[in-house]
Structures are given as structure tokens and as C-alpha cells.
């Protein structure tokens, strides 16, 4: 049987890049997601644009769809105030509906066997408090109400019920080329460096505290989701994700300095949050400066300054203490890695090469 994977919230940072990742191999492909996704690949692929929250059109969409043997579940409902949000009833409620609605009318054709859900260290409840270090899949569940235990909670019974396995994610910060998404912190550090050059001023560090924290490349995430759509030890099972090494943000300051092609200097605290959407005038001279793509600096950094202030633990008396085991996944078989600085300037080299930030300076 042919291989064929719905991916949804495909125009998301992790969904563009299990996209990219599965039309690599082979695999025919249906992209879920609001606005058609930009990829390198030049395979065809079918894209359906529908609003997941509706249950009928969700139905109706992903319903005809013929032969989906697995689902990247990468779609995620934000509230406009991204942190605040993380603790909100009714984003809890609309991001399970949005599993149920496209599971169900998938599972319904029978020829499901797969699906994988992300959640990451909120799970460990590292937004409300310091967690085990190592955090450890096989950790008690943290007692706090959140989304992705009501979606893991929901996918475990659908599995009973339809016969497919599963695999629950659990990655730290990841990093990759999207832009205008909540969680990507690199187009917030790029458009931060760019603002800060043109008005003379050096790229500083905006946070608090110094801390040490893990991230993973959107790229080895990818590879991971399709080693376990197929791999009989992925069925079933809870996984932590990291790059592979630690890092710490003063000491990643300097490289992405000189990929950015700017200078450092002592300390800024800011919160950028209000800081960025400020400097959009100074943004738009910056494009229109260096003939960069015509995006708005909300449309290139979306809610990721939102982010950007709580991983750099703007305000905070410490950052957040979020180390976990990958151990698990390793003995399992999957066992790559990347060095985190790499993935730091790959990303924003790949954002200026695309023309959304500016060329490093000379």
C-alpha cells in the first residue's frame, strides 16, 4: 500500500518542514493548512485549506480524501495573547476539537495507521513551575489542565477504537525559517538585529537571567516524525526531542552577531513585545532600504516576540529550568543530532538568503 500523509497546520513551522521532509521521500502527500505552504520541494503535493474547528467542514474536507495511512498533527489554535492563552479554557476545548475533527473522518475510511501529535515541555509544566531535571517520559502526569493532555488523552482512545498507533512528541524550542508564526523566535532575533542596526545602536541581549536550555532543529524534527510513521517502536509511545546538546543565550549571542552581521554590546533588558511593534516604521526603511521582500514586521515575526520575551526570560527573577532525557528515543533507534549554534545561523542565513532580513553588512 502506498504511503500517504495528511499533514495539518502544513504553513506552521514544524508543518512546512515534515512537508518538505516526506515529499523527500517519496511519499504522496496532503497538506492541511489556511494558506498554501512555501517549500523548496518541486514534487506536487495536494494542498486543502479548510478551518479545523469546524466539525461539518472538517468533515466534509478531509472526509473524501481516499488511502491517508497517517496523520503529522502540527495544527495548533493560539490566543492573541500567546502566554496567557497557554492557560485558557477555551483554547484547551478548540485545540482538541481540532484533533477530533480531523482524526475521525480520516479514521472513518479505515485505511489509517498512523498519527503523530506534538506537545512539548509545557507538558512537564515548565510554563508554571521548575521541572524534574531531567524531565522523563515516563515522568507522573503534571497536574495542571492543559490542551495536550485532553488531545493525548482523546488519541489514545481513537486509537482503541479505529485500530491505529500513535506517537506523542515532546521537543524544547524549535527553531527553523518560518516567519509570522507564534513560536519561532528567529525571525524576532533577526528583525531585532536589523532594527537595531539601522538606528545605530548594537545588538544587545534584551533578556533577564542567564540560563541554560535546550532547542531542536525544525529539520531533525521532521526526520523524526518519519522514522516513527513507520517504525514498529515508535507505536504507541511518548517521546522527548532536543538537538542533542545545551546552550545558553549570552554565549549564542556573539555567533548569531556574526551571521546577522552586527555587533554586540552590554546588555538591554527589553521586553519585545511592545519594543518590536514600536520600531515597525524603522522596519519598513529597512526594506525598503535593502529591497527585502514587502512583509510587514507583524506579518514576519507574528506573535514570536510574545515568545521571544518568555525564552529569554525578560522580567523573570530566573529563566525556565527545562532540561529533558532523550535517552528514550535513542534506545528506540532514532539517534540524530545537530549542533544548536549550526541550527541558530543555518536559519537566519536562510532568512537572509530569502531576502526577509537583511544582507549582513560589509
Same mark, same amino acid.
Given at each position: 500500500?502506498?504511503?500517504?500523509?495528511?499533514?495539518?497546520?502544513? @504553513?506552521?513551522?514544524? $508543518? #512546512?518542514?515534515?512537508?518538505?521532509?516526506?515529499?523527500?521521500?517519496?511519499?504522496?502527500?496532503?497538506?492541511?493548512?489556511?494558506? %498554501?505552504?512555501?517549500?523548496?520541494?518541486?514534487?506536487?503535493?495536494?494542498?486543502?485549506?479548510?478551518?479545523?474547528?469546524?466539525?461539518?467542514? $472538517?468533515?466534509?474536507?478531509? +472526509?473524501?480524501?481516499?488511502?491517508?495511512?497517517?496523520?503529522?498533527?502540527?495544527?495548533?489554535?493560539?490566543?492573541?495573547?500567546?502566554?496567557? !492563552?497557554?492557560?485558557?479554557? /477555551?483554547?484547551?476545548?478548540?485545540?482538541?476539537?481540532?484533533?477530533?475533527?480531523? &482524526?475521525?473522518?480520516?479514521?472513518?475510511?479505515?485505511?489509517?495507521?498512523?498519527? @503523530?501529535?506534538?506537545?512539548?515541555?509545557? *507538558?512537564? !509544566? &515548565?510554563?508554571?513551575?521548575?521541572?524534574?531535571?531531567?524531565?522523563?517520559?515516563? /515522568?507522573?502526569?503534571?497536574?495542571?489542565?492543559?490542551?495536550?493532555?485532553?488531545?493525548?488523552?482523546?488519541?489514545?482512545?481513537?486509537?482503541?477504537?479505529? $485500530?491505529?498507533?500513535?506517537?506523542?512528541?515532546?521537543? =524544547?524550542?524549535?527553531?527553523?525559517?518560518?516567519?509570522?508564526?507564534?513560536?519561532?523566535?528567529?525571525?524576532?532575533? +533577526?528583525?531585532?538585529?536589523?532594527?537595531?542596526?539601522?538606528?545605530?545602536?548594537?545588538?544587545?541581549?534584551?533578556?533577564?537571567?542567564?540560563?541554560?536550555?535546550?532547542?531542536?532543529?525544525?529539520?531533525?524534527?521532521?526526520?523524526?516524525?518519519?522514522?516513527?510513521?513507520?517504525?514498529? =517502536?515508535?507505536?504507541?509511545?511518548?517521546?522527548?526531542?532536543?538537538?542533542? /546538546?545545551?546552550?545558553?543565550?549570552?554565549?549564542?549571542?556573539?555567533?548569531?552577531?556574526?551571521?546577522?552581521?552586527?555587533? #554586540?554590546?552590554?546588555?538591554?533588558?527589553?521586553?519585545?513585545?511592545?519594543?518590536?511593534?514600536? %520600531?515597525?516604521?524603522?522596519?519598513?526603511?529597512?526594506?525598503? %532600504?535593502?529591497?527585502?521582500?514587502?512583509?510587514?514586521?507583524?506579518?514576519?515575526?507574528?506573535?514570536?516576540?510574545?515568545?521571544?520575551?518568555?525564552?529569554?526570560?525578560?522580567?523573570?527573577?530566573?529563566?525556565?529550568?527545562?532540561? &529533558?532525557? #532523550?535517552?528514550?528515543?535513542?534506545? *528506540? +533507534?532514532?539517534?540524530?543530532?545537530? /549542533?544548536?549554534?549550526?541550527?541558530?545561523?543555518?536559519?537566519?542565513?536562510?532568512?537572509?538568503?530569502?531576502?526577509?532580513?537583511?544582507?549582513? *553588512?560589509?
Amino acid at each position: 500500500m502506498t504511503n500517504k500523509v495528511v499533514i495539518t497546520g502544513a @504553513s506552521g513551522l514544524v $508543518g #512546512t518542514a515534515s512537508l518538505e521532509k516526506f515529499l523527500g521521500e517519496g511519499w504522496d502527500v496532503v497538506a492541511v493548512s489556511r494558506r %498554501k505552504p512555501e517549500v523548496r520541494s518541486r514534487r506536487p503535493f495536494q494542498h486543502v485549506a479548510v478551518d479545523l474547528r469546524d466539525e461539518a467542514a $472538517g468533515r466534509e474536507a478531509l +472526509g473524501g480524501l481516499s488511502g491517508v495511512t497517517h496523520v503529522v498533527y502540527a495544527a495548533v489554535y493560539e490566543k492573541p495573547d500567546l502566554v496567557a !492563552g497557554w492557560h485558557d479554557r /477555551d483554547q484547551m476545548e478548540t485545540n482538541e476539537t481540532m484533533l477530533r475533527n480531523t &482524526v475521525e473522518p480520516l479514521a472513518a475510511a479505515g485505511a489509517l495507521r498512523h498519527v @503523530s501529535i506534538l506537545q512539548g515541555t509545557k *507538558a512537564y !509544566g &515548565v510554563h508554571l513551575h521548575p521541572i524534574p531535571i531531567p524531565a522523563r517520559e515516563r /515522568d507522573p502526569r503534571d497536574d495542571h489542565e492543559n490542551y495536550m493532555f485532553r488531545q493525548e488523552d482523546y488519541l489514545r482512545a481513537a486509537a482503541g477504537r479505529h $485500530g491505529f498507533a500513535y506517537t506523542v512528541w515532546r521537543p =524544547q524550542v524549535v527553531i527553523g525559517p518560518n516567519v509570522g508564526v507564534e513560536l519561532n523566535i528567529i525571525p524576532a532575533i +533577526g528583525a531585532y538585529a536589523a532594527i537595531a542596526r539601522e538606528e545605530g545602536l548594537p545588538f544587545s541581549f534584551p533578556g533577564g537571567p542567564s540560563f541554560v536550555w535546550e532547542a531542536v532543529d525544525v529539520r531533525l524534527l521532521a526526520d523524526a516524525l518519519a522514522w516513527a510513521a513507520t517504525a514498529p =517502536q515508535a507505536a504507541d509511545e511518548t517521546f522527548n526531542i532536543t538537538n542533542g /546538546d545545551v546552550f545558553e543565550w549570552r554565549n549564542l549571542w556573539p555567533a548569531l552577531a556574526e551571521t546577522l552581521g552586527v555587533e #554586540t554590546g552590554p546588555d538591554r533588558p527589553l521586553p519585545l513585545t511592545s519594543y518590536l511593534p514600536e %520600531k515597525a516604521g524603522v522596519w519598513d526603511k529597512v526594506v525598503a %532600504k535593502y529591497d527585502l521582500r514587502p512583509l510587514s514586521l507583524d506579518r514576519v515575526i507574528g506573535k514570536a516576540h510574545q515568545h521571544a520575551d518568555f525564552a529569554f526570560a525578560y522580567g523573570a527573577e530566573a529563566g525556565p529550568r527545562a532540561f &529533558v532525557s #532523550t535517552i528514550k528515543l535513542r534506545q *528506540a +533507534g532514532f539517534t540524530e543530532v545537530m /549542533d544548536t549554534e549550526d541550527s541558530f545561523r543555518h536559519w537566519l542565513q536562510d532568512l537572509i538568503d530569502r531576502r526577509i532580513l537583511p544582507p549582513a *553588512a560589509s
